[in-house]
């Protein structure tokens, strides 16, 4: 079984930082691909930023020269620094680990999520 757990959500004024971690744990042989998403209620679950253990990362246009990814595979971890708050930024961001097992078997994994929430 594997675990993710987010960290560092929090209040903070529009046009402020803040910086988001993620650690996974349990069954893990490698980690593929780690990710934020951001989710608001009554909507749906959408990508704000993935990273590859090779380094490769993928960014929504809403967030890109506002937030960085960056990840410690060899620590099961993923990292977003969140600079240039907006209020449309409020809302819960869930990890999502893409994880290979000792079995060899594939999980995708997501924590329970961390609230930001930015104030006008």
């Known amino acids: 079984q594997v675990h993710v757990m987010e960290s560092g959500g929090g209040l903070v004024q529009g046009g402020g930082s803040l910086r988001l971690s993620c650690a996974a744990s349990?069954?893990?042989?490698?980690?593929?691909?780690m990710g934020w998403y951001h989710q608001v209620p009554g909507k749906v679950r959408t990508l704000v930023a993935t990273i590859t253990s090779g380094g490769s990362t993928n960014y929504a246009d809403s967030v890109k020269g506002r937030f960085t990814i960056s990840g410690d595979f060899a620590r099961n971890a993923v990292y977003l620094q969140m600079s240039g708050l907006k209020v449309e930024d409020t809302g819960a961001y869930y990890c999502?680990?893409?994880?290979?097992?000792?079995?060899?078997?594939?999980?995708?994994?997501w924590g329970q999520g961390t609230q930001v929430t930015v104030s006008s």
């Open positions: 349990g069954n893990i042989y490698r980690i593929n691909t």
């Open positions: 999502n680990a893409e994880v290979t097992g000792y079995s060899r078997s594939d999980y995708d994994v």
